[in-house]
């Protein structure tokens, strides 16, 4: 302690020269560790540089002031511009049809009158049953009228209907489920395209269902995208086996019916049913002298015949119930008999706009 107050002065300098010396410790590891930092960061930026310049990549200007490989860099832009616009305009061309629009409400609450009156007399024309078409429809006709925002909708959406019923009566199908549209009027816009989607549903044979999916995907003048289906296709083999093995059963029960009243009859024909067959000995013994035919008329003459055809016939039902398929000669009923299936699609309808071409944009710009 003496040792302390004499020299308190010199401890309290060493401490502070002690803290001193661990943080700049610390300050050094932390500036070592952020040089190495920045080094790794200089080596992968000259790295980067030596790699361009072993490519061909001139980055340095020309006497123009201007980067070579910027300059192609842009002309590359114009060019993919030029291609963009030009796959615009033809999509805008292919996929998107006319709409007639008629100016007042009045006229169009009546074109939408005969405009279902026409698909109603094209679908008989064309055998078709359709369902669930005017859904959509029906609170504007109840409402009788249509705001000046909801024609070109209306119709757009209208027509689009006509080229799908078109596109179902070519392919072949002749019962329509429903065509809806969840959307209902209005439309998913994209910018350079809008995307409506419709649920359809049809019953038809698989080959008539495949070329109606072939035909949709490939419309001229419009774009459908198949987002969904569902397949339901009924189990006609299982339905034909159950049917026929409730036909061997029915036969069954009328079999036995049959052997039952027949047993019936022989019993009060002649007295020789059951009760005679059971008789006393001296009438099995008259039977047995008889010509040996004493089981015969013991059982009864009709009884006995009655009762081995039966017995045939029990065993060619029992055979015949046993069949999974019908009978060879018979099975061309399950081969060839319609396997209609019920499909329901839901397709994303694209329709793009139309894109101006500059060279036309430029006659009209002199010509003003």
Excluded at 150 to 177: C, H, M, W
Excluded at 306 to 319: F, I, V
Aim: net charge negative.
């Amino acid at each position: 302690m003496e040792f302390v107050k004499k020299n308190w002065g010199l401890l309290a300098c060493s401490v502070v020269a002690l803290v001193i010396a661990i943080f700049l410790v610390v300050k050094i590891f932390s500036a070592v560790k952020k040089r190495d930092e920045e080094a790794a960061k200089s080596d992968g930026h000259i790295s980067f540089f030596n790699k361009l310049k072993q490519a061909g990549f001139n980055l340095t200007e020309d006497s123009k002031g201007e980067i070579p490989n910027l300059r192609q860099s842009k002309a590359n832009a114009a060019i993919a511009e030029e291609h963009f616009q030009e796959l615009s305009r033809y999509l805008g061309e292919r996929y998107s049809f006319p709409v007639t629009v008629p100016q007042t409400s009045p006229e169009a609450m009546r074109e939408i009158r005969e405009q279902f009156s026409k698909l109603t007399q094209f679908n008989f024309d064309n055998k078709m049953e359709v369902h669930g078409v005017a859904v959509e429809y029906a609170p504007i006709l109840q409402r009788g009228t249509l705001q000046d925002t909801e024609i070109r909708p209306v119709f757009r959406n209208l027509q689009a209907t006509k080229e799908i019923l078109k596109i179902v009566a070519d392919s072949g199908v002749k019962y329509v489920n429903y065509i809806r549209w969840p959307m209902g009027f209005t439309s998913r816009d994209e910018g350079t395209y809008t995307v409506t989607p419709v649920n359809i549903s049809i019953t038809a044979e698989p080959d008539v269902a495949q070329n109606f999916l072939n035909k949709m995907t490939d419309a001229p003048k419009m774009l459908f995208y198949i987002k969904d289906i569902v397949i339901d296709a009924p189990d006609i083999f299982s339905q034909a086996y159950e049917e026929r093995l409730g036909d061997s059963e029915n036969e069954d029960m009328e079999g036995l019916q049959s052997l039952t009243s027949e047993s019936g009859k022989g019993g009060r024909g002649g007295g020789m049913g059951m009760d005679a067959g059971m008789g006393g000995m001296g009438r099995m013994g008259r039977s047995s002298r008889m010509g040996g035919m004493g089981m015969d008329v013991g059982m009864g003459g009709r009884m006995s015949r009655g009762g081995l055809m039966g017995d045939d016939s029990m065993a060619r039902r029992k055979e015949k119930r046993n069949r999974i398929v019908q009978e060879p000669k018979r099975q061309n009923f399950l081969a060839f008999n319609n396997k209609e299936i019920t499909m329901n699609v839901r397709f994303d309808f694209y329709e793009f706009l139309p894109v101006a071409n500059p060279e036309e944009e430029g006659q009209e710009d002199n010509e003003d």
